[in-house]
C-alpha cells in the first residue's frame, strides 16, 4: 500500500500541472506583434509607390513608418493599409541605397525596425554607401 501511495503523489502532480499547462495555452494570447516581412518590388525610385506585406499591419496598430539605413530615418507616406500589407511612397528626400522598413507601433512608442528591405535608386540625394 505505502508503495502505490508513493507512485500516485507524483503522479497527480503532474497531471495537475499538466492540465494547468493546457488551460493556460488555451487563453487568447492578444493582438500579434507587428511584422512586415517583405516589400515588392523590393527596388524603387523616389516617388515610386511600393508594397509592404506581414501581420498586424492596420491604421490601428502601424501609426508611423519609416526608411532607415541606420544613421538616418526617413518617414513615409501610407498610401492604403489593411491588417496584412500597406502602400507606401518613397519621400524626395532619401538618398540612393539599401534601407530596412522600420514602424511606430500604438503599442509601443519606439521604432521597430523590421526584416525588410528596400532598395532606392535614381535617387536626387547622395548615396549612403550601401
Known sequence: MKRTKRFMIPVLLLA???????????????????HVRE???PTGKV???????GD???AERVLEVY???????????????TEHWFTFRIPAAVPEGKFRIAV????SPAVLEQPAFVRVVEAKGPPTGE
Not at 495537475?16 to 507587428?34: H, L, N, S, Y
Not at 526608411?67 to 493599409?81: A, S
Not at 511606430?104 to 503599442?107: C, I, K, L, P, T
Open 47 to 53: 516617388g515610386d509607390i511600393l508594397k509592404a506585406y
Open 16 to 34: 495537475g500541472v499538466t492540465g494547468a499547462v493546457t488551460v493556460f495555452a488555451e487563453k487568447d494570447p492578444g493582438p500579434q506583434a507587428i
Open 67 to 81: 526608411l532607415t539605413n541606420g544613421f538616418m530615418d526617413y518617414r513615409v507616406e501610407i498610401m492604403d493599409q
Open 39 to 41: 516589400v515588392a518590388p
Open 104 to 107: 511606430v507601433g500604438s503599442d
Open 56 to 58: 498586424s499591419l492596420n
